[in-house]
T-cell receptor
Framework: EAGVAQSPRYKIIEKRQSVAFWCNPI?????LYWYQQILGQGPKLLIQ????????DSQLPKDRFSAERLKGVDSTLKIQPAKLEDSAVYLC?????????????FGPGTRLTVT | AQTVTQSQPEMSVQEAETVTLSCTYD???????LFWYKQPPSRQMILVIR????KQQNATENRFSVNFQKAAKSFSLKISDSQLGDTAMYFC???????????WGLGTSLAVNP
C-alpha cells in the first residue's frame, strides 16, 4: 500500500511570496489533515477535511492560508503572502476513519524556509 | 481541557538496553485512544503503537510495549533491546471523539548510543 505523498519536499521563498503544497493521501482514506510543525515542537493542526468538506479549520490563519481538497482525494495548502514565521515543516496525514482521527498516517513533509 | 504531558524533554539509552518514556494525560472522557508516534531526523512521523482505553490489555508491537494505567491517566512507552534506529523524537498523542482531533505532547528526544 502506497503511503501519503507530499511535494515538494523542500521549498525556499522570500517573504511576501506565495507557495503551494500538494498532498495525496492513502487510497480510500476519507480524512485528511494538514499540520504545521515548527522546529522543536509538536505538530499543530491547521485544517482537517472529511472527504471534500472542512471539519476543523479553527487554527488556520485564514488571512494568508487556504486549503482545498478537490473530489475528496488530493489536497493543496497555499500560503499567500508568506511571512518569516511560516518557516516550518508542513505535514499531511490521512486516516481511514470517517468519523474522527483515530490513527493517522503521515507523509514525509514539506520543509518551508521563508527568508 | 484535554492535555498531554511528556515530562522528559530528552533521554538517552545504550544500545541493547531498555528505556521507558513517560506520558500522562488529562481528560474527563471514558472512551478514547492513545498513540505513540516516532519522528526520526528524516522528519517522517511514524505510528509506533496505539491503545484503546476500553482495553485492559497493554498493547505490544515487537520491541515496543505500553504500560497503560487508566486510573492514573498514564501511558508510558517501553522500548526493549534499543537499536540505533530508535533515535528519534517520540510524541504521545490522545484522541477522543468529542474534539475529533489528536492532542499532542511536546515530545521526548531519545538518543540511542552505541
Amino acid at each position: 500500500e502506497a503511503g501519503v505523498a507530499q511535494s515538494p519536499r523542500y521549498k525556499i521563498i522570500e517573504k511576501r511570496q506565495s507557495v503551494a503544497f500538494w498532498c495525496n493521501p492513502i487510497s480510500g482514506h476519507a480524512t485528511l489533515y494538514w499540520y504545521q510543525q515548527i522546529l522543536g515542537q509538536g505538530p499543530k493542526l491547521l485544517i482537517q477535511f472529511q472527504n471534500n468538506g472542512v471539519v476543523d479549520d479553527s487554527q488556520l490563519p485564514k488571512d494568508r492560508f487556504s486549503a482545498e481538497r478537490l473530489k475528496g482525494v488530493d489536497s493543496t495548502l497555499k500560503i499567500q503572502p508568506a511571512k518569516l514565521e511560516d518557516s516550518a515543516v508542513y505535514l499531511c496525514a490521512s486516516s481511514p476513519q470517517t468519523s474522527g482521527a483515530y490513527e493517522q498516517y503521515f507523509g514525509p513533509g514539506t520543509r518551508l524556509t521563508v527568508t | 481541557a484535554q492535555t498531554v504531558t511528556q515530562s522528559q524533554p530528552e533521554m538517552s539509552v545504550q544500545e541493547a538496553e531498555t528505556v521507558t518514556l513517560s506520558c500522562t494525560y488529562d481528560t474527563s472522557e471514558n472512551n478514547y485512544y492513545l498513540f505513540w508516534y516516532k519522528q526520526p531526523p528524516s522528519r517522517q512521523m511514524i505510528l509506533v503503537i496505539r491503545q484503546e482505553a476500553y482495553k485492559q490489555q497493554n498493547a505490544t508491537e515487537n520491541r515496543f510495549s505500553v504500560n497503560f494505567q487508566k486510573a492514573a491517566k498514564s501511558f508510558s512507552l517501553k522500548i526493549s533491546d534499543s537499536q540505533l534506529g530508535d533515535t528519534a523524537m517520540y510524541f504521545c498523542a490522545f484522541y477522543a471523539g468529542n474534539n475529533r482531533k489528536l492532542i499532542w505532547g511536546l515530545g521526548t528526544s531519545l538518543a540511542v548510543n552505541p
